[in-house]
C-alpha cells in the first residue's frame, strides 16, 4: 500500500514571482507608513544578505516583523487585503497556481511553509487555497503586535523543526508520507534534504549548481527565469 502524499510549498520566488517581506515594506513605504529615506535601503541590504545566506533568521525575521509594530490585527486588516489584491495576486503566475491545484486534486496533504509571518501570509495560502500554513509568528500583547517574533522561526532549519512539531501534533512523523518540497533557495536546504522528493523553483545560482550535482529535477514556474 502507497504511502499518502505529503507536498511542501516556500512561497516567495517559488509559487509568488517575489517577495513577500520585501513587497509589504515596498507597499507600506509607498502609502508613507514607512520612511523611505531610511527604509528603502535597510530593506534592500537584508534582501540581499537573504540571498547569500549571510543574514540570521532572528535578524531577517525580526526586521520584517517589526513592521507590524504597534497596530491590531484589525487595524492592519484594510492594508493587508489590499496588499493582496494589488502586490501578491498579480505577481502569482498561473503554472504556480496550476501546480498547487493538481497535488490538492490528486488528494496530497498540501501545505506552504515560508519564512514570512503568518499575518502577511496567511490570505495568500487562502488564495491558493492551501489549508495548512506554517509560518514565522509574530508576537501580539494585548490584540497588538509589538514588532517582535514568537518561537521557533520558519527559516532553514527551523522549517524542518516546525514541521515535525506540526506533524507531531496531528498524530504523524515524515515517515508516514511520500514527501515533496518545492523551493526556489538554498536557504531551503534542510528542508529540501529531509523530504522524498526535493524540486528546485527557478532556483538561485547556489541551489541550481547543488540541483545539478544531485540530480534533482529543476521546474520553471516562473515567465523570467532568474
Known sequence: MSLPGLVLFDLDHTLLSGD??????????????LDRATFAPRNADMEAQYKA????????????VSTLEGRTREQWEPLR?????????????????QLVQRHRREGDLVVMTT????????LTAQHFGIEHLIATEAQVDAEVFTGRTEGTLNMREGKVWRLEHWLAARGHTLDNFRSAAYSDSMNDLALL????????VDPDPRLAALALARGWPVLRLHPVAR
Open 53 to 64: 545566506g549571510t543574514v540570521s533568521a532572528e535578524a531577517f525575521a525580526g526586521f520584517y
Open 81 to 97: 487585503r489590499e496588499f493582496l489584491t494589488q502586490e501578491i495576486i498579480p505577481r502569482i503566475p498561473v503554472a504556480a497556481m
Open 115 to 122: 519564512a514570512t509571518n503568518r499575518f502577511i501570509t496567511e
Open 193 to 200: 534534504e529531509a523530504v522524498d522528493e526535493p524540486v528546485a
Open 20 to 33: 513577500s517581506d520585501v513587497l509589504w515594506c515596498d507597499f507600506l513605504m509607498a502609502r508613507g507608513i
